[in-house]
């Protein structure tokens, strides 16, 4: 018996920002009447969407990031960067951007999202048996980026509660997918200094889970 739900591209954003007590992460809470992880706390982020790709930025991804997103998939690098910027600046209306034509994305009316501060970090397909599944990509920004007050979140639409930043430190305490403890493990080791090269890919396509750096 085959899983018949479709995996759709998804982008994320980490954005950290560095205080007096450490580094601490955005982070917001999914409703408790959401169909994909209801009640967790997560990063920004949400599926690709029709045009992700066609809008104009400020600059591009930097050539290794887009390299790295190029590498076992078919998903355009840029779809891939417009949809976490998108996201981010929906969620939590916060907004990475500079000098260029405006887009139809809450934020962008009157500047070009920015590509350039994203670093690819992490991968992850959403195991079969899931009621959506996904083909994830983490981005991290650090909140030097952001063009937007970093504690203004007024401007948020709805689907995530509890915006705040939460200390590096402490976020594994909250209640979160799985995956996304993973991914703050990745963050911690990259903020230390102790991440490996390449980007880890958890590969759950197929009928067995597969670990890959990228």
Not at 11 to 25: D, K, N, Q, S
Not at 43 to 58: E, I, K, L, N
Not at 100 to 109: I, L, R, V, Y
Not at 124 to 151: E, N
């Amino acid at each position: 018996m085959t899983d018949a739900q479709p995996i759709r591209d998804a982008a994320t954003v980490i954005v950290l920002r560095e205080t007096g007590a450490g580094p601490a992460v955005l982070m917001g809470q999914r409703g408790a009447s959401a169909a994909f992880m209801p009640s967790k706390y997560v990063f920004p982020g949400g599926a690709v969407d029709a045009g992700d790709g066609d809008v104009t930025f400020a600059r591009p991804l930097v050539g290794p990031v887009r390299a790295a997103l190029t590498r076992r998939a078919a998903t355009a690098p840029e779809a891939l960067a417009g949809a976490a910027l998108r996201e981010l600046a929906e969620e939590t209306g916060q907004v990475i951007a500079g000098a260029g034509p405006g887009c139809g994305w809450p934020g962008f009316t009157d500047r070009a999202p920015d590509a350039h501060p994203l670093r690819f970090v992490f991968r992850a397909i959403t195991p079969p048996a899931r009621p959506r599944r996904f083909d994830a990509r983490f981005f991290l920004a650090m909140a030097d980026a952001l063009v937007t007050d970093p504690d203004d979140f007024s401007a948020a639409e709805d689907e995530l509660s509890h915006l705040h930043w939460v200390p590096l430190a402490e976020a594994r305490a909250l209640d979160m997918p799985f995956i996304t403890e993973v991914v703050l493990a990745e963050i911690a080791a990259i903020t230390d200094g102790t991440d490996v090269p390449g980007v880890p890919f958890f590969d759950n396509s197929g009928a067995a889970s597969t670990f890959h750096r990228l």
